[in-house]
């Protein structure tokens, strides 16, 4: 990865440019100016995929609908109750969400780049640059087209939340803390007890965030290179999608409800939108605007209500793992 520097602008976001030619550079211009090259188009998408993985109709339009370390999924829209997406994943793996006709394939490793350090948060907007026109991203792009994701970058006086703690146990109370000190956002109806094969999270490490989308929050409890995490997921998505019927019986969920009369937490701030990222690992060097710490969401627990700590390593299907956590907490990503 290397980078060059143009003027800085006003602007609070990292732009991420992937250029609809082969071989072509994927950019990530900083709002310093510096910009970064992190690796090179090796197909843009002819077609766009539907229906989209069920959650992504719970998203905007034209904007990232999942961010992960093997994926990132864009909502071009919503039609007969299914999104239409279009994805952008590394060359080496091939996430079960995308598909290759409708996908930017890069050459960058999964966890890197775009997958890493440079992540768009969920909810990111999205537009199309076609023939020097800005527009939106609602249809798949022609060849020298420009696809643009622009994702936010708070500083510590805009943030508005720092952390999310959840009392594992039915009832047990999800809050967020901000500047204007914590509040409960959500509670527990299922609590979390195991950990399973969720093939993402062999690109992530332990207690990070794998996937981050509309519908889930994907933790990963194993190493780079083996297999084992569980999922937090909002009640909706757990009741009325086909896919999620299991989750009930199976302790490697962690399932969530909104507080009474409020709206449905899918696709919604503080945890289903503009929230969470992968984060930096492998080589990612994160330039001095980044806090390399900060910019990777770090997730504890608390084991029988005992002192914070990092999360257990387990990998594969385990249903007890995790019983013993009485407490989980999550950072996200910010700027100093």
């Known amino acids: 990865m290397i980078f060059f520097s143009e003027g800085a602008r006003a602007e609070n976001f990292i732009e991420l ?173 299922h609590k979390l007890g195991g950990v399973g094969r969720f093939e993402g999270t062999k690109f992530q490490n332990v207690g990070r965030i794998r996937a981050s989308h509309s519908g889930v929050i994907d933790i990963s409890t194993s190493r780079r290179g083996k297999i084992g995490g569980f999922q937090i997921m909002p009640l909706k998505h757990a009741l009325t999608s086909k896919e999620m019927i299991n989750a009930w019986a199976l302790t490697q969920w962690l399932i969530i409800s909104p507080l009474p009369f409020h709206e449905d937490l899918e696709g919604r701030e503080p945890i289903f939108k503009n929230s969470f990222l992968p984060g930096p690992q492998l080589e990612d060097k994160l330039p001095g605007l980044f806090n390399q710490y900060g910019r990777r969401p770090l997730v504890l627990c608390r084991l029988d209500g005992g002192d914070w700590q990092r999360l257990p390593e387990y990998t594969g299907l385990y249903h007890n793992a995790l019983k013993n956590i009485t407490h989980l907490r999550i950072y996200f990503p910010y700027m100093q």
């Open 17 to 189: 440019r992937l250029p609809c030619k082969k071989n072509s550079q994927v950019k990530a211009v900083m709002p310093n100016g510096e910009i970064f090259i992190l690796g090179k188009v090796l197909s843009f998408p002819s077609a766009s995929r539907w229906p989209g993985y069920t959650a992504s109709k719970w998203a905007s339009p034209s904007t990232v609908c999942a961010s992960a370390v093997n994926a990132i999924h864009i909502l071009l829209n919503v039609e007969k109750n299914h999104g239409r997406i279009i994805s952008i994943i590394p060359s080496e793996t091939i996430a079960p969400a995308a598909k290759s006709s409708a996908s930017f394939i890069l050459d960058m490793p999964a966890g890197s780049g775009v997958f890493g350090g440079f992540a768009p948060l969920t909810g990111s907007k999205v537009t199309l640059e076609h023939k020097g026109k800005e527009e939106k991203f609602t249809k798949p792009p022609e060849e020298n087209d420009v696809l643009i994701i622009r994702t936010p970058l708070p500083d510590s006086s805009q943030q508005k939340f720092f952390m999310l703690e959840i009392e594992n146990r039915p009832g047990g109370r999800v809050t967020a803390y901000g500047q204007d000190g914590p509040k409960v956002v959500a509670r527990v109806v």
